[in-house]
């Protein structure tokens, strides 16, 4: 099992920007398939954003050219840039090692005025 540790959530104004961080475990990071999730409360938690082992990336389509995915295989990280943030944006994010069951514990992002 593969240890994730997501940072850098927190409290932004709408319009506002945020870089997520996922840290993972283990020496094969750059065989790592890696996405982001996020779950607003009393819904499910949703598909964001995926990079593969290959640099192709695919992003949901709400938050295309607001959300950027990339990694950093040298530092085993995997960021997700947020720029013009909304407060639908609103949700716990969670890192994901694509496609299995490893899982980070979340960072909250809260996009209020």
């Known amino acids: 099992q593969v240890q994730l540790v997501e940072s850098g959530g927190g409290l932004v104004q709408p319009g506002g920007s945020l870089r997520l961080s996922c840290s993972a475990s283990?020496?094969?990071?750059?065989?790592?398939?890696l996405a982001w999730y996020r779950q607003a409360p009393g819904s499910q938690r949703e598909f964001v954003a995926l990079?593969?082992?290959?640099?192709?990336?695919n992003i949901k389509d709400s938050v295309k050219g607001r959300f950027t995915i990339s990694r950093d295989n040298a530092k085993n990280t995997v960021y997700m840039q947020m720029n013009n943030l909304k407060p639908e944006d609103t949700a716990v994010y969670y890192c994901?090692?694509?496609?299995?069951?490893?899982w980070g514990q979340g960072t909250q992002v809260t996009v209020s005025p």
């Open positions: 994901n090692r694509w496609p299995t069951n490893d």
């Open positions: 990079m593969t082992t290959t640099n192709r990336t």
């Open positions: 283990g020496s094969r990071f750059s065989s790592y398939n």
